[in-house]
């Protein structure tokens, strides 16, 4: 005789909905790996030959992906205060400079929590900072350098991705920066810049801090003491200069049970 274990209506609705992001996620990586990108055929004009390619764009636009029905994605309760509402708002655009320790701590909780996160064009953001700082890598994408394809690549993920990180090796015209937040908004993602970001709805200037952890020049770094500058849109439109704990050691209070097994966080790095 077989026994079946019973499995509870939000238990099987929670799994449904990660398997839903997992394969989403996983199309988003297969579209920016493969291009997905088709240089137009422009009608013929004096002097030129037909195929004349231009600029890359995506080959056709994705069917909405579903929106995260919360408004915002939790963030580690020493970081709340500097975000409206909270935590990083679904379909919004921010710009988190001078920290980088700032910024991963910011994407920690929502990782943990089940969210995927791609790099696009941020080299100097090292995996091994990331792991310390919460991030789980087995739903971390990372493209260090995009080339001319930055708009497409980033286009693409924003389709499977629950947050996107644009660094400065992504190059982006202004027209290409307008569409990406309207891309974000309306698959209910984050979109995280870690340069100017015309029109982002928070801005998060990091102006120095100091560290903590040591005694008498001995022991590990545990905390760092920022001071942010907040400005952006709406509710964040009033200045805001906030001293906040940047905790550097993978502190991570869940929200939410992970949606990936958490034995020993395995797998940390991994070369493939």
Do not use: K, N
């Not at 996107?164 to 993602?189: F, I, S, Y």
């Amino acid at each position: 005789m077989s026994v079946v274990p019973e499995v509870r209506p939000e238990a099987r609705e929670h799994r449904t909905a990660h398997d839903d992001r997992h394969a989403r996620a996983l199309a988003a990586l297969r579209a920016a790996e493969h291009g997905l990108v088709r240089r137009p055929q422009r009608a013929p004009a004096s002097g030129t030959s037909p195929g004349t390619p231009s600029s890359p764009v995506p080959a056709r636009e994705a069917p909405s992906a579903p929106v995260d029905p919360s408004p915002t994605r939790p963030v580690h309760p020493a970081l709340a205060p500097l975000l409206p509402g909270g935590g990083l708002p679904s379909g919004g655009v921010l710009t988190v400079q001078g920290s980088t320790s700032l910024l991963l701590t910011l994407l920690a909780t929502t990782s943990h929590d089940g969210a995927w996160v791609a790099f696009v064009g941020a080299p100097a953001v090292g995996m091994l900072a990331a792991d310390d700082a919460g991030i789980s890598l087995e739903r971390t994408a990372v493209v260090p350098d995009p080339g001319p394809d930055a708009p497409a690549v980033l286009a693409a993920l924003l389709d499977g991705m629950d947050v996107v990180v644009v660094g400065p090796r992504a190059a982006l015209l202004p027209a290409d920066r307008r569409r990406l937040a309207a891309r974000t908004r309306q698959r209910g993602a984050v979109l995280v810049s870690t340069g100017h970001w015309p029109g982002a709805h928070v801005v998060l200037d990091a102006r120095g801090g100091a560290w903590a952890g040591t005694d008498a020049g001995a022991g590990w770094l545990r905390r760092r003491t920022l001071s942010v500058l907040r400005t952006g849109r709406g509710s964040a439109a009033r200045p805001v200069e906030i001293d906040v704990e940047v905790p550097v050691c993978g502190d991570i209070p869940a929200t939410s049970a992970p949606t990936a097994p958490a034995a020993g966080r395995e797998p940390r790095l991994r070369i493939a």
